[in-house]
């Protein structure tokens, strides 16, 4: 049988594998499950790509029943960069999501079922549809990944529910062995995974990784008004030359600091979920193809964004949480050279992060009550769009996004479908109890003021701030 260490060498040109990468790969190997927490941009990814192709290439040749390992991720555009870098290596990788047309769907279908590909990406909305799950059947599943593991927790900070499944997904595909990984756990959440995966903790082995990057440096500063955090931006421009992130909370912030960057000649990127599909790719493929670009963007910038030099992530409004810091200082300094991660605390910044958690967490009043009018209102709602709505819903509180939320969530899980921008729903099921249950949702609330707290006290704490995240994550030092 082949080496990791062969494949790390001839199919992905490294020469040793980093931290505990070999560690995870041997126990993968080995038919035991892991959950890995490791920092953004520390190689994540071949602790299950190497055992994919080893797995793939040590098949019963005798077998028609080739195997299979199967990646489950909720980042339609990640999907396609890491499926287009494995085939380049000659790896046999394939997605299956949203984004193909129908006969580019059926087309793979049909070579999944022949027993092409060695590796599948797939969101885990996909097994809500029998034909793919007819398919997938019919494939030998040898390794299950999970990746952005965290999205199982409905405490972690990117929660979605069709991750919920992903136990009764496991117990379809015939119990695989099983990869879980993420940047981003508390323990908490590390105990929430393993439950929601349908295993015990001692099928499991965590392997932490924690912060062991010395060339990234964290610092606060304390800043009164936005001239003093666009002096900031303008001063780490110059000396630190080369690509940067400056993250905002609200795009109307990221916008009035863009105008006063034109107003100087500074050149720069914005990106924001607002912006066309398109355009954002654009603006992300610009950023990662070309060197020295600024880019002001809030943190719908992020998943995908694998660029080695990244000179520095500034934060020019406070995060909500240190789970959503974590991943976004992740990004700077992955090829080793000294890099800088700022953070400008403000307090005023507090306001608006609380007003972002209240449009955050619908009632359970507020999810029947837009239940309601989708499903006896629709023809209205479907003919004069989301504003018809908000108006009903809001009165004159136009800037109130817990509509939003709201559609989201009932997308999710399930409860309409049809398109969210522009609006054009139907109602095919049950309003789900968990949104209808004030407790529940009164605990969801508490514990994101929970995390803004933390996040706070991150901002004004004066000792090692690494051993302060170590800390919140659960790391031994």
């Not at 995870?24 to 994919?52: D, F, W």
């Not at 393993?194 to 499991?204: A, E, R, T």
């Not at 392997?207 to 003093?228: C, K, M, T, Y």
């Amino acid at each position: 049988m082949q080496q990791p260490t062969e494949i790390l060498q001839t199919v992905f040109a490294h020469s040793e594998f980093r931290g505990r990468q070999g560690e995870i790969i041997e126990r993968i190997l080995a038919g035991n499950h892991a959950l890995v927490i490791m920092p953004t941009g520390m190689g994540k990814s071949l602790c299950y790509q190497v055992p994919a192709i080893l797995l793939a290439r040590e098949r019963d040749r005798e077998s028609t029943n080739r195997p299979l390992t199967l990646v489950i991720s909720p980042l339609i555009a990640l999907m396609k960069d890491q499926v287009d870098a494995l085939i380049r290596k000659g790896v046999d990788a394939a997605f299956v999501n949203s984004s193909l047309q129908r006969h580019e769907r059926e087309q793979r279908y049909a070579s999944l079922k022949a027993g092409e590909f060695d590796l599948l990406y797939v969101t885990p909305e996909r097994f809500r549809k029998a034909d793919f799950v007819e398919v997938i059947s019919s494939r030998k599943i040898v390794l299950l990944a999970v990746d952005e593991a965290h999205c199982i927790s409905e405490w972690g900070h990117d929660f979605r529910p069709d991750y919920t499944r992903v136990g009764e997904i496991r117990e379809t595909l015939g119990n695989p062995t099983t990869i879980a990984l993420t940047a981003t756990a508390t323990p908490h959440v590390q105990q929430d995974i393993i439950k929601q995966l349908c295993l015990v903790p001692d099928q499991v082995q965590l392997f932490h990784q924690g912060i062991e990057r010395p060339n990234l440096s964290l610092e606060v500063v304390q800043v009164w008004d936005d001239d003093a955090k666009l002096k900031l931006i303008l001063e780490q421009r110059k000396s630190l030359p080369g690509s940067g992130i400056v993250y905002f909370t609200l795009i109307k912030t990221l916008m009035q600091f863009s105008e006063s960057l034109w107003e100087r000649d500074v050149p720069h990127l914005i990106y924001h979920g607002d912006l066309p599909r398109q355009r954002r790719r654009q603006l992300q493929d610009s950023f990662m193809n070309e060197p020295g670009h600024l880019v002001l963007a809030t943190n719908a910038f992020g998943m995908g964004i694998d660029k080695e030099d990244i000179r520095y992530v500034l934060h020019a409004d406070l995060p909500g949480s240190l789970e959503s810091y974590y991943q976004e200082i992740g990004r700077a300094g992955r090829d080793g050279l000294p890099s800088k991660c700022l953070l400008m605390y403000d307090e005023r910044d507090l306001a608006t992060q609380m007003e972002f958690m209240h449009w955050s967490n619908p009632d359970a009043q507020f999810y029947e009550r837009v239940y309601d009018f989708l499903k006896n209102e629709s023809e209205q709602i479907n003919a004069f769009g989301i504003d018809w709505l908000r108006e009903r819903l809001h009165y004159k509180q136009k800037h109130d996004r817990r509509l939003e939320t709201t559609l989201a969530m009932l997308d999710r899980w399930g409860v309409i479908e049809g398109t969210l921008a522009p609006l054009y729903v139907q109602v095919i099921s049950q309003l789900p109890e968990r949104l209808r249950d004030p407790e529940r949702l009164s605990e969801k609330l508490r514990r994101d003021q929970q995390k803004l707290f933390t996040m706070m006290q991150y901002a004004k704490h004066e000792g090692n701030r690494k051993a302060f995240i170590h800390d919140y994550f659960g790391i031994s030092s």
